[in-house]
């Protein structure tokens, strides 16, 4: 069964001018929480398994999905304390089987082509792929580094950039990646598991062109209510 793990455990701190007391991917975008328009677009590439990894406020999540949205199963791992980004994904990995499935931030739309980033795993036989969007004249994100073979060299942080690479919050990759490794339960995705672990696994890059918005301040959640 295609699943994707959904981080939506996020409270929106820099968002709380506009959006009061719920979890970020809930923010309202024409009638519906952001992260609905996220399981749409997933539907349309055969997903037919959500879990989501919820938090703070988690049961407005599932009071809005329950158990079953678009034809697709719902699931739920609930962090009882925060987990960060990384405890939250290996809690709702131990739900999947040996299969890879997709991880997406819960905040973020980033428009990609989802069978092309299941190809390109498969063709690099990696054991992780970050879907990459470049960008021009930046200093929200990082950037990510990858080498001529595509393969993930570096993450850079955040500084102003003319132009580069930066992480679009989507991955591909199966449980197996957290064998033989040790870590608190809290612990973060990107700065405790994909930096430190960078040399030792087949972690890949993939640039892919898409429409990309992250909802994570007030001018980007406003953008939100004209281009979903």
């Known amino acids: 069964m295609k699943t994707a793990i959904i981080l939506a455990g996020g409270l929106g701190t ?50 809005y999905f329950k158990k079953e949205y678009l034809s697709m199963q719902i699931d739920y791992a609930i962090e009882a304390t925060p987990l960060g980004t990384g405890g939250g994904i290996f809690q709702a990995a131990q739900m999947c089987g040996d299969e890879p499935f997709f991880v997406l931030n819960g905040d973020t739309m980033f428009d990609i082509n989802l069978f092309e980033l299941e190809d390109f795993y498969h063709k690099k036989n990696a054991e992780m792929v970050i879907a990459l969007k470049a960008m021009e004249k930046f200093d929200r994100y990082g950037v990510v580094e990858i080498s001529e073979t595509e393969r993930v060299t570096a993450f850079k942080e955040k500084e102003y950039k003319e132009k580069g690479l930066i992480n679009g919050g989507t991955y591909f990759f199966s449980k197996k990646v957290f064998e033989g490794t040790n870590f608190p339960k809290r612990f973060s995705f990107e700065k405790d598991f994909m930096e430190k672990y960078l040399e030792k696994m087949q972690m890949f890059g993939c640039e892919l062109d898409g429409f990309f918005l992250d909802i994570g301040i007030p001018e980007d959640y406003a953008r939100a209510e004209k281009e979903l």
């Open 14 to 63: 820099r968002l709380k001018s506009v959006v009061q007391d719920i979890p970020k991917p809930m923010a309202p975008v024409r009638g519906k929480p952001f992260v609905a328009y996220v399981l749409q677009y997933l539907k349309m590439y055969g997903v037919e398994r959500i879990i989501f990894s919820i938090g703070y406020k988690g049961e407005v999540v599932q009071e």
